[in-house]
Nanobody
Framework: QALLVESGGGLVQAGGSLRLSCAAS????????MGWFRQAPGKEREFVAA???????QYADSVKGRFTISRDNVKMTVYLQMNSLKPEDTAVYYC??????????????WGQGTQVTVSS
């Protein structure tokens, strides 16, 4: 069993930045790829970014060049640095652990989510 707890969400103006953190516990963190997904009201959960144990990354086209995913295997934490935020980035952001993929079904463990709201 793995427990994932997100933090760092909040309200920010368009063009601003936020850094999300996801602290993991309960299993060997480095065994898993880590992903960030987001879900806006009335929409399906969508892939944002992922990172495997060695640091290889994947990004959704909508966030490339603006968001950066990273991980600290000693601290068992994964981060999502979000720059140049847009109102369309507004969503609940979820951290997940599993096999590196853009698909939600490949992730076994999920956090409870943290709200990110970008005002125009």
């Amino acid at each position: 069993q793995a427990l994932l707890v997100e933090s760092g969400g909040g309200l920010v103006q368009a063009g601003g930045s936020l850094r999300l953190s996801c602290a993991a516990s309960g299993r060997t963190f480095s065994d898993y790829a880590m992903g960030w997904f987001r879900q806006a009201p009335g929409k399906e959960r969508e892939f944002v970014a992922a990172i495997n144990w060695s640091g290889s990354t994947q990004y959704a086209d909508s966030v490339k060049g603006r968001f950066t995913i990273s991980r600290d295997n000693v601290k068992m934490t994964v981060y999502l640095q979000m720059n140049s935020l847009k109102p369309e980035d507004t969503a609940v952001y979820y951290c997940a652990a599993g096999s590196i993929s853009t698909m939600t079904r490949m992730y076994k463990y999920w956090g409870q989510g943290t709200q990110v709201t970008v005002s125009s």
